[in-house]
Structures are given as C-alpha cells and as structure tokens.
C-alpha cells in the first residue's frame, strides 16, 4: 500500500500553446532524467554570462530584460530563439499571457496563445537537461504538449517556493526506508520519495529557497516537460513590472506588454 505525506502542494499551470489552461495535462509522461546528489555541482543558472558570450536583451515598454542562453544544454531552443530574434520576429509582439507569482509569456504573433513557429517552420523536440531548474527568471518554451515547441516562451517570475514543499523534498533526501511506496499524490499521480529525491541537488533546493521559481513545473511533478533554454541575469524588476500588469478572465493584460525589440550580442561585463 502507498502512504501518501500531506503536503501543501502550489496547483500545476500548464504553459499552453494553444489555450490559456490552468489544468495539469494527463497525457504528458516524459520526464526529465534523474541526477545524483553532488554537493560541488555548480549550477549554471546561478552564473553571470562569460565575456564574449551571446546574449539576448528584451526591450519591452515597461522596461529591460537581459538574457544569457544555455546552448550546450538545449541547442534547437537557443536557436531558434536567437535566430528569430535576429531576423526581428518578435519584434512588436506583445506578452499576451501573464499570471503574477507564477510567468510571462510571449513570443506568439497572432497575440492569441494559439500562433507562432520555429525557424525549421515545423514543431520541434523538446530537450530536457538535468542542469537546468525552474528558478525565478529561467527562460523556456511554451508548448501544446510533447514536441510542439514553436516561437512562444515564457519567463518564470515567481519569487518563492511553498515552504512546505521545500521541506518535504529536503527531507527525502535523508529517507532510506521504503522510499518506492512514500510518497505524495498530485491528483491520480503518485510521486515516490526515490523520484522526488532522484529530482533535484541540494544546490537546486537551496537556490529555490534563497531565489524562488515554479519548482511546480518539474517534470518530477507536472508530467510535462518545457525546456529551458535561459536565464535572466538583469532585469527581473522588469519581469515583476510586468506580471503585475492589470490582466482579463484568459490573463491577457488589459493594456499591451510590448516586445518593441530582442537584440542578440555579445555580453561584456563593463557594458
């Protein structure tokens, strides 16, 4: 019989493509690979870009936001980003959805939730790493499911993780009885100990603790798996400058967020 641990659990928003969903998808079983625990595992997400390494900057009209791509880990996704970019897709695009403590999303020309493509004009596959997490201020793609990765991408914004949730994962990592059969239920899906535990460095639950994120987006926990392919290394005031903009019933803002410009180039710490 498997013993479920109560825990207060955040609810799973999907990051659509297609409709502004708030329920977590069924069909969605891939997951990310395990990693071991290594107590020296620099965490890329935590760096500031390398001199001369590409970077994007997100000019919008409440502000800036400065990018650091990670293409070793998602290679399609930094890209098709990159090259979008460059040829001015995105720019004039607006966020069109935003949901405070949670992302912003955009990069769909038809502003819709429903519109956009690769550069390849074609969906593509989706690249899950076991170096990159759900901080506050990763950069992934939005998608309809398993490898339907187009244009659109969000941005995660929340600036903390539900105590209780860190300290059911930070107390796995010390279980080691019967750690197939404990575990906790997220509706119909039960989630072992062992996968909890298997999930996440202690380096990742300390970042979470200390930065925030959506740790609810882990595939250990949602079923779906975004890529990350981003992190943003300046500008998350403008970040929370725009996930607190006044929203409708499918959280559009009211008043448009706009992407005026991405340029790609070369980061230098002095500039």
Same mark, same amino acid.
């Given at each position: 019989? $498997?013993?479920? #641990?109560?825990?207060l659990?955040?609810?799973?928003l999907v990051i659509?493509t297609?409709a502004c969903?708030? &329920?977590?998808?069924s069909n969605?079983? @891939?997951?990310q690979?395990?990693q071991?625990?290594?107590?020296? @595992?620099?965490l890329?997400? =935590?760096?500031?870009p $390398?001199?001369?390494?590409?970077?994007a900057i997100?000019?919008?009209?409440?502000g800036?936001i +400065? #990018?650091q791509?990670?293409?070793?880990?998602?290679?399609?996704?930094v /890209? &098709?980003?990159?090259?979008?970019a460059? /040829?001015?897709y995105?720019?004039?695009l #607006?966020?069109h959805?935003?949901i405070?403590?949670f992302?912003?999303?955009?990069?769909?020309?038809?502003g819709?939730g *429903?519109g956009g493509?690769?550069?390849?004009?074609?969906?593509f596959e989706d690249?899950p790493s076991?170096e990159?997490y759900?901080?506050?201020?990763? %950069?992934?793609?939005?998608n +309809?499911?398993?490898n @339907?990765?187009?244009?659109q991408f969000?941005?995660?914004?929340?600036? =903390?993780?539900?105590?209780q949730?860190?300290?059911l994962l930070?107390?796995s990592?010390?279980? /080691?009885?019967d750690?197939?059969n404990?575990?906790?239920? %997220?509706?119909?899906?039960?989630i072992s100990?062992?996968?909890?535990k &298997?999930?996440f460095?202690?380096?990742?639950?300390?970042?979470y603790?200390?930065?925030g994120?959506s740790i /609810? %987006?882990e595939?250990?926990f949602s079923g779906?798996?975004?890529? #990350?392919?981003g992190?943003?290394?300046?500008?998350?005031? @403008?970040v929370?400058?725009?996930a607190?903009s006044e929203t409708? *019933? *499918?959280?559009?803002?009211v008043k448009?967020i706009i992407?005026e410009k991405?340029t790609?180039?070369?980061?230098?710490?002095?500039?």
């Amino acid at each position: 019989m $498997k013993k479920a #641990i109560n825990c207060l659990i955040a609810a799973i928003l999907v990051i659509s493509t297609s409709a502004c969903s708030a &329920n977590a998808e069924s069909n969605a079983p @891939t997951e990310q690979g395990t990693q071991q625990n290594n107590e020296n @595992t620099v965490l890329l997400q =935590s760096q500031m870009p $390398k001199e001369g390494d590409e970077i994007a900057i997100i000019q919008t009209n409440k502000g800036e936001i +400065r #990018i650091q791509f990670f293409p070793e880990q998602a290679p399609k996704a930094v /890209e &098709n980003f990159k090259t979008h970019a460059k /040829e001015g897709y995105f720019d004039g695009l #607006i966020f069109h959805r935003v949901i405070n403590n949670f992302m912003i999303q955009g990069g769909d020309p038809t502003g819709t939730g *429903s519109g956009g493509e690769s550069i390849w004009k074609k969906d593509f596959e989706d690249e899950p790493s076991n170096e990159l997490y759900f901080f506050r201020g990763a %950069l992934a793609m939005a998608n +309809r499911g398993p490898n @339907t990765n187009g244009s659109q991408f969000f941005i995660v914004q929340n600036n =903390s993780v539900a105590e209780q949730m860190l300290q059911l994962l930070k107390e796995s990592k010390t279980t /080691e009885n019967d750690g197939d059969n404990m575990g906790i239920y %997220l509706g119909e899906k039960f989630i072992s100990i062992n996968e909890m535990k &298997n999930a996440f460095t202690d380096a990742a639950l300390d970042f979470y603790e200390q930065n925030g994120g959506s740790i /609810e %987006l882990e595939s250990v926990f949602s079923g779906s798996v975004y890529t #990350i392919f981003g992190q943003v290394y300046s500008g998350l005031d @403008t970040v929370d400058a725009i996930a607190v903009s006044e929203t409708d *019933s *499918s959280d559009k803002p009211v008043k448009d967020i706009i992407i005026e410009k991405i340029t790609i180039e070369q980061y230098h710490a002095n500039k």
